[in-house]
């Protein structure tokens, strides 16, 4: 059993001290002691969790690796606290990638501390049934916002050693070695520890260390992955009630799949029908579907480990495709078959991209819309292309949507594909509805095709390949949704 912690009358502000009234915060009013004395007793005791979180073995292995690669020396790595939405009212948290990598915790506020001799996680005390802040404290006040692991329960939880979050300020000063710190998730641990001219390798060493997926994290991709293929279905059943709701509905729908089935969305869903296909960050999603329209989804679902998929599909809202949208739409997807076939290991990180974009252009220019010939557009000195292709064709994918964002140019951008590593292949072609230099029939036309793909010993396997990618198919699937009838989401 936990001590009660009834605080003493504060003496140091203006209150009067009482025997009968307890001060319990500055801008909180008096509490009767009674009241304190009646809700932190009689209450029937927890038993403990047996449980232990499934990536406990995975995570002890990455420390240790993390651990190993700065040869023992104390590393800070937070995960940063809610943030406001407004006023009073916060966003739910969401860990920070690099900490959760390390320690599978989605609570918000603790830090890890990584060293050679054992890592520690340090955790914020509990406000339960023992404390007066079981029910004065609306932030974190168990009453209020439910249960947390304290130190016990999540040194059992994520098979790491815990102390409480309070000790962090004396056991840093303690440490035989400056510690090297991740900045900028938690302004009071950047307070807390003086920088070190090492602290910038940190997050690229992070960054690295994630390119390659662990078995535990594949796993979790292809589980978030198969949510995300089951939301486009219910995208496709939904299709009727956007046509009088317009994009809202095809939005609503893909986020309660997310939701249910994982922790959130990885990113804000894109649902741009019509020519806001051609807005490549389109996630305002007011529009209007209509008949004859393409929808473009964008979208993934977070899981429940918060690995995330991010799959497109360009969809024909009636169900079938115009022989000029179609046209569109092969071409896109030859490109994709094309950067998929380039994705293998010790391949260039950017040979999906050139490969994807080869096609493009082969096909731009027999479209009359690039001059030609191929070879001349692709010229590194004019690409006149990327008005109509716009961004590049892959990004890595993980735990965050655009993963592994610090990871040296050369070991990312400029660099090779591993085994291991997951990857987006996500051509597109974009029609701008006022752009003179299209053919008219082809304004305001937007085909994006993404899948993921892991690359493997030999090759690549796409992760996302259960979801309908030729027209023809794309075609077939939605009249076979439509045939089951049921708006309902399966659910
Ligand atoms: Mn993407």
Known sequence: MRDASIPEPDVSADHPVSEHWVWTGPHRPPTPRALIEHMTANWAPEAPSPETHPAAPFTRVRRERLAAHFAGRPLVVPT??????????????????????????????????????????????RRDTATHEFFTDARYGELWVGPRRGVEESAHFYGIDCRPLEELDKDLAQLPVAPITLRGVDAAVDALVAPSEDDAALPHVLSEMRLVKDEFEVAQLQLAIDHTVAGFADVVRALPSALARGERVVEGVFNLRARVEGNDVGYDTIAAAGHHATILHWTRNTG??????????????????????????????????????????ELVLAAQEAGIAATRPGAAFLDPHDAATRVLVEGLCAMDILEGPPEAELAKDRQLYRRYTLHGVSHMLGLDVHDCANAREEMYRTGELGEGYVLTVEPGLYFQANDLTVPEEYRGIGVRIED????????????SGALPRGADEVEAWMAREWAGGSPALGL
Do not use: C, I, M
């Open 80 to 125: 940063g606290h809610p943030k406001v939405r407004a006023n009073d009212t916060d966003y739910r948290f969401r860990a920070g990638t690099d900490f959760f990598y390390l320690t599978a915790s989605h609570d918000p506020d603790l830090v890890l501390v990584v060293s050679g001799a054992g890592s520690t996680l340090y955790v914020p005390r």
């Open 288 to 329: 209007p579907v209509r008949a004859g329209d393409l929808l473009l989804l964008d979208a993934g679902v977070e899981g429940p480990e918060l690995y995330t998929a991010d799959v497109t599909r360009t969809l024909p809202v009636s169900g079938a495709y115009s022989p000029a949208q179609r046209r569109v739409y």
């Open 452 to 463: 993921d793909v892991l690359v493997t010993r030999d090759g690549a396997r796409n992760l």
